[in-house]
């Protein structure tokens, strides 16, 4: 198999998150005026209820399916039965999840009015299987996922401007959704057999693969209420309007965070196959390289989303939601944490098989959580919960780096990653510097965002390379590389 681009996967990777995250955002104001108040309601509650079961079918399999897959990439025979076998098991939690939600739509009649919204939401639990996207993750190939994620994402857009017209159109809303999301899965299905033979099996090693689908699967559900828990909580405790400015602060915080992992997701393929081979230098020498990278790119992202927190407001929102500038500037640090929790869980816990720790840290976490919330909220509010975020993702970053402390050790304390991270925070100075005279200095939105964005890049390069920074070095010779080509 040829040697992939961590560069080229991670920009790929990059622009699918943000082709995902944008696409409501470009969506959502106009169906928000075409569309009834109740249409949106039960678009909304039906998107979200199915999701539950799309959780359901998916087991936790296809971070397993890559763990375990990259270790027989290069062997043919032994991918086809390994695919064969969790392709199996996935398809029968398909099955269950489809029986479950059948059962509940009997049992409960609140959600006799939801029925026809659920049964399209629903297509995604079968098209999520067939897609199949772990096959893409475990031979690094991400070029195919993302250009037909941008062609469908295009025509789903000229669908909509296209089919919903008038207040009772949710339904179409719905399909087109469904159609965005998962609409070229069944292409996904077939294109993956030119690296696959999958074949349905009931000849599966099923003790092998349940005990760590499962423990995996325990550790989505527990993200899925670490997650969900402070909105809900939010809403309990406060109102819809609380609920609304805390979501656009998440919104944004979400954004920056997928942009930033985009690096990190296309390694974890590279570290498992490694790690599963036993090549452990070679492992230290990709972990090390990525610890790095995201560590002169984290400091400074939640540096200048703090800096521009008012202006980022604005611009994606609007001036009603500026109650949500103070909640996202605390929030914002949530990035460095979480971003170097999912290294230590994604990139080492799981590669060595340590998920049971993984379950452990996140439930601890989760319980954490929850508790700060109904400490923060009462007298925070949206920022008592923006505070809870914080310190969960950090009690989450130094458990998970305890539990793998063995392994990332000769990685983190070497000299090169130290200073690193001191390079980053004198840089992350100069940004700090920039945006208060940029604020000082512009009267306009625009260009006080543009040039402090523009010239935090400009000075914080500048003062990496003034220090010698050996990853700054890297990248600039990898852009001269670029233009060379072109010119």
Request: glycine share 4%; hydrophobic share 50%; aromatic share 12%.
């Amino acid at each position: 198999m040829n040697k992939k681009s961590l560069g080229l996967n991670a920009f790929l990777n990059g622009l699918r998150s943000v082709l995902n995250l944008f696409f409501p955002l470009i969506t959502f104001p106009y169906v928000s005026r075409i569309l009834s108040v109740s249409g949106i309601g039960i678009y909304n509650f039906s998107n979200t209820y199915v999701n539950y079961f799309i959780l359901i079918s998916g087991l936790g399999i296809a971070t397993y399916a890559v763990r375990e897959g990259a270790k027989y990439r290069e062997d043919k025979n032994k991918i086809n039965i390994f695919a064969s076998q969790v392709f199996s098991l996935n398809m029968i939690a398909t099955i269950i999840a489809y029986v479950l939600l059948l059962l509940s739509l009997m049992i409960f009649r609140n959600l006799h009015n939801y029925i026809s919204c659920i049964l399209i939401f629903s297509l995604q639990i079968l098209f999520t299987t067939l897609g199949t996207e772990w096959i893409y993750t475990i031979y690094e190939d991400y070029t195919y996922i993302t250009v037909r994620s941008i062609i469908f994402k295009i025509i789903s857009i000229i669908l909509l401007f296209l089919l919903v017209r008038k207040p009772t159109d949710y339904l179409i809303y719905a399909a087109i959704t469904v159609f965005s999301a998962v609409g070229s899965n069944l292409l996904n299905f077939i294109h993956a057999r030119n690296f696959v033979h999958i074949k349905l099996t009931l000849n599966t090693n099923w003790r092998y693969h349940l005990k760590p689908v499962l423990v995996i699967f325990a550790s989505a559900i527990a993200i899925t209420i670490y997650v969900s828990s402070d909105t809900t909580i939010l809403g309990v405790l406060k109102n819809d309007y609380v609920v609304g400015i805390y979501s656009t602060s998440v919104k944004i915080y979400q954004i920056a965070q997928s942009l930033l992992s985009a690096l990190l997701t296309v390694t974890i393929p590279r570290l498992a196959f490694l790690w599963g081979k036993k090549r452990i230098n070679e492992y230290n020498q990709v972990l090390s390289k990525v610890i790095d990278s995201l560590g002169i790119l984290v400091l400074p992202a939640a540096v200048g989303l703090i800096m521009l927190s008012r202006e980022v407001v604005l611009l994606i929102a609007s001036e009603k939601y500026l109650p949500s500038v103070n909640s996202l500037r605390i929030i914002s640090w949530a990035i460095i944490f979480s971003i170097f929790a999912w290294i230590f869980s994604d990139c080492v816990l799981i590669p060595a098989k340590r998920e049971n720790l993984v379950l452990r840290n996140t439930i601890v976490t989760a319980i954490e959580n929850i508790i700060l919330n109904f400490i923060l909220i009462p007298f925070m509010s949206y920022d008592g919960t923006s505070l809870s975020t914080v310190i969960a993702e950090f009690t989450v970053m130094i458990m998970h780096g305890y539990s793998c402390r063995d392994i990332i050790k000769p990685v983190i304390f070497k000299k090169n990653t130290l200073k690193n991270l001191l390079d980053s925070i004198i840089g992350c100075v100069g940004i700090v510097i920039v945006c208060l005279l940029c604020n000082y200095g512009f009267n306009s939105l625009i260009l006080k965002t543009i040039f402090s964005v523009v010239l935090s890049v400009i000075i914080y390069g500048a003062i990496l390379i003034l220090l010698k920074n050996k990853n700054a070095y890297s990248m600039l010779d990898r852009a001269k590389m670029i233009l060379k080509s072109k010119l």
